[in-house]
């Protein structure tokens, strides 16, 4: 969706190493989620934001932190890689209402070596 | 707990042939969403289509249908004719309206594999 972008598309880094994944969204909208894909296991929701500076945790939070500064970016830490992170990650905007639709950027493909 | 069951695993059909994808939902609140997505190979998400938990009529759009059944918590999804461009990962997911964050619970997924 034109509106989403995610930065990096591809990364490939080594254990322990940080890593940072971006979300930018350029329609303002308050509700933004950080998504891990993994095989058998669908979309898993690893954080989101309800607003700036507001963040709560989802199901599969762990070795993740996240920060919203401003309403267009959401980004998603590694403070230390591990190889169980090795994932497709999505993020995701609500375009309001109470209807729950979610549209999801591109998706960020991470190989932790 | 699994909110979102898509028990088939994988799906191979024959173009032309009509196919199923289930899905079982598992809820306590009385408002709820449900939602099915198309990933195809190119890996972006597709929002198929939103259902409340008041409108149990079903739905349907071209060769896409969806059928809506409370008592059983079902929301199952039937390709009619299938065509090769059917080929995707298909999620099911569930929002309930009591969390008030909009988030969703997705199955695992059903691959579908249409063959030519």
């Known amino acids: 969706d034109a509106g989403i972008t995610q930065s990096p598309r591809h990364k490939v880094t080594e254990t322990g190493t940080p890593v940072t994944l971006r979300c930018h969204q350029t329609?303002?909208?308050?509700?933004m989620y950080w998504y891990r894909q993994d095989p058998g296991h669908g979309l898993r929701l690893i954080h989101y934001?309800?607003?700036?500076?507001?963040?709560d945790k989802g199901e599969v939070s762990d070795g993740y932190s996240v920060s919203r500064s401003k309403t267009e970016d959401f980004l998603l830490t590694l403070e230390s890689a591990t190889s169980s992170q090795t994932s497709v990650y999505f993020c995701?905007?609500?375009?309001?209402?109470?209807?729950?639709?979610?549209?999801f950027g591109e998706g960020s493909r991470l190989t932790v070596l | 707990a699994q909110k979102v069951t898509q028990a088939q695993t994988e799906i191979s059909v024959v173009e032309k042939e009509d196919v199923t994808l289930d899905c079982v939902y598992e809820?306590?609140?009385?408002?709820?969403?449900l939602f099915w997505y198309k990933q195809p190979p190119s890996g972006e998400l597709v929002f198929l289509i939103r259902?409340?938990?008041?409108?149990?009529q079903n739905e349907i759009s071209g060769r896409y249908s969806w059928n809506f059944q409370k008592s059983t918590s079902s929301f199952n999804f039937t390709i009619t004719a299938s065509q090769v461009v059917d080929s995707a990962v298909y999620f099911c997911?569930?929002?309930?309206?009591?969390?008030?964050?909009?988030?969703?619970?997705f199955g695992a997924g059903t691959t579908v594999t249409v063959r030519a």
């Open positions: 259902r409340n938990s008041f409108d149990e």
């Open positions: 997911a569930l929002s309930e309206a009591g969390s008030n964050d909009y988030k969703l619970s």
């Open positions: 934001s309800y607003g700036v500076k507001d963040t």
């Open positions: 329609e303002n909208h308050r509700y």
């Open positions: 995701a905007i609500s375009r309001g209402g109470n209807t729950g639709e979610l549209f």
């Open positions: 809820t306590r609140d009385t408002t709820y969403y």
